[in-house]
């Protein structure tokens, strides 16, 4: 994580897409661009499946999946509950963009918004988007809508203290979802990162 960090050049957040710039001194474009290719190979089961689009010399694109553990605040209103779980693995469908110039390359992550389908082939969304930067205003509103979900007629026998739980806890949710969604990609780009590495200076044999 340190010689990764050493060589990040750029991080930028902005809603549900991060991105980041590696610095990969003294190797042509065309060069990275090949090894970044057989990273991505190695790190995906079928790279066929997921590299979408993919121009041989500056840019790729692929689309996968993650799966994201949210805090199950339904847990936290029944913390007794053992059917429930502490986490639920939500679905977060992605593209990654990957662009490539002379000693450097650039690593784009979008996320779409999360879904869970249960053993009764329901699915479920989350009630707020795939985020990494909420705002207070954001907040807010996610807290009105928590308010909103509690009155309905659904939950009318739910004690008044439950549904207290559930809404106070939202803020605590999106905090650790969005640095879920954080650590994800920047776990997978280091993991990218370290494979271009090895291919720039491989062992010998």
Known sequence: ????????LAQKIDGNTISNVYSVPN??????????????????????????????????????????PVLDAYKLMNPNDTSLSDYID???N?????????GKYR???????????????IEYKLPFPAKMDFTPTDLEAVLKKAEKDMSQEYYMMTSRKKKEIYIQSQPRVIKEYQQTLIDYAILFFQSLYKEVLKGVAPEDW
């Open 27 to 68: 190797v042509k474009a065309e060069d990275l661009f090949s090894k970044l290719h057989f990273a991505v190979a190695l790190i995906y089961q079928d790279a066929n499946q997921v590299i979408k689009y993919s121009d041989s010399k500056k840019r790729m694109l692929l689309k996968a999946t993650a799966l994201v």
């Open 1 to 8: 994580m340190l010689l990764c960090s050493v060589f990040t």
């Open 90 to 92: 939500y679905r977060h």
């Open 94 to 102: 992605y593209t990654l963009i990957i662009d490539v110039k002379d």
């Open 107 to 121: 690593t784009e992550l979008r996320y779409q918004d999360g879904s869970y389908t249960d053993a009764q082939l």
